[in-house]
């Protein structure tokens, strides 16, 4: 409420309608004067300011210590003392991307197996590799198709010929990579590894008949995979570094589109619960997540101060985390939903796993969508 003068007139100057009170009843503006004085503007921004943090603070210690309980007073009707749970998910996860954001630098590297394949797997792959192209060869094939097959077929016999005459050429073979490079992303079949470039793929595409042309996600893929060979020199490992980074900021929009998903899932679980709508689950949801947040942005905090002053790995902090961020989901259904220990221990165990696999569906589209967005 402002410290502004009422005014005199009982119309509401945002909608007309006829006011009886300091506030309108049809659209809740406060009936005071118009003219303000720029220091009642900052005493106006302090104070909006302090109501949010006090607002925050007060329903930060529910959400944490009282797990649940929030939902049910949002559902209940008891909702000014709280803030709104869309507000609290967009600020606390906003905090929470800007420090996990901050806490892994661009210029780290992402680290890979570096394990070399053995000589029987190479031969084994070669062999595979050979009889999809054989295969793929037909006489009714046009010339300019056949081309790159046969070439890519030369190499591949060269290549067997190689290892299985030296185990240790596994360095020197030019149709599959011994050391991890020549990776390809995106591809359906090793017909996509014998074009050198897009412009070549696509000539070739044009001269095939219909039925024996990709179709029309194979033909996007081969492209893509292309594309990304010629951008990187043909090295996988930074095809996989610039795939990941992409993946990587992606991720709050992918526990955007798991919230919806997952309180579809709670909706399942519970469908015998008539009183409880498909919101409810929503709203308990946001709760979770933003439980989760805290609790998670609390573990990367305290781990990197133990690192600060002990100048050491300490897997014991992350430990710690984990166990209370199962037992914050645990006691939040337990509260929430309102059932026996054994019934609420048996569907906290059904969430966990189809949440692990709500969030591999999820996170498989968004790398996929991430290599097509390079």
């Known amino acids: 409420m402002s410290h502004l003068a009422e005014r005199k007139e009982k119309a509401c100057l945002n909608c007309g309608a006829a006011i009886h009170g300091r506030f309108c009843h049809i659209c809740g503006q406060e009936n005071i004067e118009p003219k303000e ?28 210590f009282k797990p649940g309980f929030l939902s049910h007073e949002y559902l209940r009707g008891r909702r000014a003392s709280y803030l709104h ?5 967009v600020f606390t996860s906003a905090i929470f991307f800007l420090v996990f954001f901050s806490m892994h630098k661009e210029e780290e590297t992402v680290k890979f197996n570096e394990k070399q394949p053995t000589a029987a797997e190479l031969i084994k ?10 295969e793929s060869i037909t006489d009714s094939m046009p010339a300019i198709a056949r081309v790159p097959l046969l070439t890519a077929l030369t190499m591949t016999d060269s290549d067997l010929a190689l290892i299985k005459r030296d185990t240790t050429a596994k360095k020197n073979l030019k149709t599959v990579g011994g050391n991890n490079n020549n990776v390809n992303i995106l591809n359906f079949s090793s017909k996509d590894t014998t074009y050198k470039s897009v412009e070549a793929y696509d000539s070739v595409q044009k001269q095939l008949p219909a039925s024996q042309k990709d179709n029309w996600i194979q033909q996007r893929f081969a492209k893509q995979n292309l594309h990304l060979k010629e951008k ?8 996989l570094e610039a795939i990941l980074a ?7 929009q992918m526990l955007f589109v798991s919230l919806p998903l997952f309180a579809l899932m709670l909706k399942l ?6 009183n409880f709508f498909y919101v409810n689950h929503v709203v308990y949801t946001i709760h979770l997540y933003c439980g989760t947040f805290i609790i998670i942005l609390a573990g ?6 133990v ?9 014991w902090v992350n430990g710690i985390f984990t166990l209370a961020t199962l037992f914050f989901w645990y006691k939040s259904m337990r509260n929430f939903y309102e059932q026996r220990r054994a019934k609420t221990i048996l569907k906290y165990c059904l969430v966990f796993f189809l949440s692990c696999f709500i969030m591999a569906l999820i996170f498989t589209i968004f790398f996929i969508f991430s290599a097509m967005a390079i």
């Open 37 to 64: 004085s720029f220091w009642h503007l900052v005493t106006h921004f302090v104070y909006d300011l302090t109501h949010f943090d006090g607002k925050f603070f007060s329903t930060l210690k529910y959400l944490l």
């Open 85 to 89: 749970p869309i507000r609290m998910y």
């Open 125 to 134: 792959k070669l062999e595979k590799k050979r009889a999809e192209l054989k």
């Open 232 to 239: 990187y020199h043909n090295d996988g490992k930074a095809i």
């Open 246 to 252: 992409k993946f990587k900021h992606m991720f709050p």
């Open 269 to 274: 679980l519970y469908v015998r619960r008539k």
């Open 300 to 305: 990367i905090l305290t781990d990197s101060l």
């Open 307 to 315: 690192k600060l002053m002990y100048e050491k790995e300490n897997g």
